[in-house]
């Protein structure tokens, strides 16, 4: 199963909103509603964000948020802070296995 | 609250073992579908393997790279989950996670509590 496609990285400025891609194929993100979302920082385990797509967590900021169109999942942060900066990896669900992204590195410039 | 603790983790030459274990609290184990994800040094997250609760069939699935060298088994006595690693190879080098599963029916569908990790390193 190969890995769904993040751009490496992106960046953005306090306050403004980004959005990461995640690029997956009909046997991946096109076939299921099953995408997630992970954030993880420097030397710390990863922390789901999103699941099913568009669902938070509880606890988790409702600056966060998810979609998808075809084979191509997006995460979208609104009101960026610095805290935001970390890693993001996508997953979805690809039967019986599951599938991530390389990752993106989120800088808050 | 929720709390994974891995351990086991350590160096080990190329085609030698090693055996990880995952205690779990805060949550009814044996109902939960457990799985393993990995992280190389510097790179991304790769899913290992997974074993459903034995209500659900006790049953286990393994990413193609680690299929018929690791083995995932859980003891719901000692909430307790495993990884039995064998023929490692350098490219085996990550952190070890384990992971609770969601699920949306008979279908695992994200990774909602992970562990610390514990380090495995491949090298002669």
């Known amino acids: 199963q190969s890995a769904l496609t993040q751009p490496a990285s992106v960046s953005g400025s306090p306050g403004q909103s980004i959005t990461i891609s995640c690029t997956g194929t009909?046997?991946?993100?096109?076939?299921?509603?099953?995408v997630s979302w992970y954030q993880q920082h420097p030397g710390k385990a990863p922390k789901l964000m999103i699941y099913?797509?568009?669902k938070r967590p509880s606890g988790v900021s409702n600056r966060f948020s998810g979609s998808k169109s075809g084979n191509m999942a997006s995460l979208t942060i609104s009101g960026l802070q610095t805290e935001d900066e970390a890693d993001y990896y996508c997953?979805?669900?690809?039967?019986?296995?599951?599938?991530f992204g390389g990752g993106t590195t989120l800088t808050v410039l | 609250e929720v709390q994974l603790v891995e351990s086991g983790g350590g160096l080990v030459k190329p085609g030698g073992s090693l055996r990880l274990s995952c205690v779990a609290s805060?949550?009814?184990?044996?109902?939960?579908?457990m799985s393993w994800v990995r992280q190389a040094p510097g790179k991304g997250l790769e899913w290992v393997g997974r074993?459903?609760?034995?209500?659900?069939?006790?049953?286990?699935d393994y990413a193609a790279p680690v299929k018929g060298r690791f083995i995932i088994s859980r003891d719901d006595s000692r909430n307790t989950l495993y990884l039995q690693m064998n023929s490692l190879r350098t490219d085996d080098t990550a952190v070890y996670y384990c992971?609770?599963?969601?699920?949306?029916?008979?279908?695992?569908?994200?990774?909602?509590?992970w562990g610390q990790g514990t380090p495995v390193t491949v090298s002669s």
């Open positions: 992971t609770t599963d969601m699920k949306d029916r008979a279908v695992a569908t994200a990774f909602d509590h």
């Open positions: 805060g949550f009814i184990f044996d109902k939960a579908w």
């Open positions: 074993v459903k609760s034995d209500t659900d069939g006790g049953t286990t």
């Open positions: 009909s046997s991946d993100i096109g076939g299921y509603n099953y």
């Open positions: 099913d797509v568009t």
């Open positions: 997953s979805s669900y690809a039967t019986p296995s599951h599938v």
